[in-house]
């Protein structure tokens, strides 16, 4: 079994902004400690600061305001010291796009120029966000389209929680003040399955996950927040203890010799590091199950033998398996499993007690599917490279 490090998993130099932003500083993506000493540094008394930031704090995360003139609870001495020392800001949506199916792709452009991706996708019973938390990815998994973009850094807390608001305000979901804020929600879930590894950038996702949960504030519950990793092991623990959502692993293989190539992180933790770490998970549960991604290839890893390893490997293991129809791409080196294929490792799964539902592939006309989420910018980006590149430019 590998041995995991010893030092925790830090943020690489080069995934940190080049430059520290300068003027207002933006109060999105702030811990309600962090805001409570940014308020105090501007001059806010502190015994008054407790009180100033639990004000602030749900005009922008229960109300969705951007404008301290707005905020009327407030003394209009104290929103022009607020507006004069700080900002609400949140990242650009450059451009949307939506699915025949209602799947709506935001293009987001945030500090630096750099885009991401953000998609909701709404369901009969649930709306759910899938957000990134990287602008690129390290981890190069094979069937991915995502993972051709090289990581360039991580995103803040700002510009993860960021992306839930800009999409309730595409949604139009923000209350009227003084309005019933318990409605239904059409944006009711959160996956962090979109660009990058989530457990590669820890501190600022479990941040914008404690903004999202926080009850007085946006109030998901954490039961309604999943995080998808391909297999940070020093990391899954943390998970549960600093974050407490529901953890899915993109797991994709039943042996050590397929899983190097498809989720290349498994030659640092290979399928049994893993699993040991998912078996010692603290809110492992039949209540809490850990849900297994499986994509399916054709004649790579959807054979009955699969299944049968697959059930296997995890018994003992609280799980679901989520069997995922390969979205494929222009270039993509793998064919999706064929119905038939896909419904026979279904029933090997679903035999051994395993719920294994079969995801409905959404917003694939936009480009906006499981494993296709690669900003457009950088799409046409790498295509002039290549046409420069055959010029012998």
């Known amino acids: 079994m590998a041995e995991a490090p010893k030092a925790p998993i830090t943020q690489d130099v ?35 600061a407790k009180m100033r930031v639990g004000q602030i704090w749900q005009w922008i995360y229960v109300w969705g305001m951007r404008d301290f003139a707005e905020m009327t609870n407030l003394s209009k001495d104290f929103r022009a010291q607020l507006a004069e020392h700080f900002v609400v800001a949140l990242p650009e949506v450059v451009s949307k796009n939506v699915s025949t199916d209602g ?9 630096g120029g750099h885009e991401v991706e953000v998609v909701y996708i709404p369901e009969t019973d649930r709306g759910t966000l899938c957000i990134s938390s990287q602008v690129g990815c390290t981890l190069t998994c094979s069937f991915c389209h995502t993972g051709t973009q090289k990581l360039v850094r991580n995103l803040t807390a700002g510009e993860v929680i960021g992306q839930v608001m800009l999409v309730r305000d595409d949604l139009d979901e923000w209350p009227t003040p003084g309005a019933n804020k318990e409605a239904q929600r059409l944006l009711s879930n959160i996956v962090l399955m979109g660009m990058g590894e989530p457990l590669y950038n820890f501190d600022n996702v479990r941040d914008a996950m404690k903004i999202a949960m926080d009850p007085e504030g946006l109030s998901l519950s954490r039961r309604r927040i999943t995080l998808s990793t391909s297999g940070i092991v020093p990391e899954i623990a943390r998970t ?43 809110r492992l549960s039949n209540s809490e199950r850990i849900t297994f991604e499986y994509v399916m290839l054709d004649g790579v890893n ?12 995890i018994k003992g293991i609280p799980a679901k398996i989520n069997l995922i129809p390969f979205n494929e791409w222009p270039g ?10 896909i419904r026979a490792f279904s029933d090997i799964v679903y035999a051994a007690g395993y719920a294994s539902p079969v995801r409905k592939p959404r917003g694939e006309d936009i480009m906006a599917a499981c494993g296709q989420l690669k900003s457009a910018t950088e799409r046409a980006r790498k295509s002039r490279a290549e046409i420069a590149a055959e010029a012998g430019i």
């Open 332 to 341: 993509a080196p793998y064919k999706r499993s064929s119905n038939n294929r």
């Open 14 to 48: 080069l995934t940190i902004p080049r430059k520290i932003p300068e003027g207002p500083a933006n109060l999105i993506g702030m811990s309600r400690e962090q805001m409570r000493a940014a308020l105090i540094a501007v001059g806010t008394p502190e015994k008054q």
């Open 302 to 313: 959807d054979s009955d033998a699969d299944a049968h390893r697959l059930v296997a490997l």
């Open 240 to 282: 549960a203890d600093e974050i407490g959502c529901m953890l899915a692993i993109s797991f994709h293989a039943t042996t050590d010799a397929v899983r190097d190539t498809l989720v290349p992180i498994n030659k640092r933790w290979n399928i049994e590091a893993l699993l040991a770490a998912l078996r010692a998970y603290p």
């Open 103 to 111: 799947t709506r792709k935001y293009l987001v452009r945030i500090a």
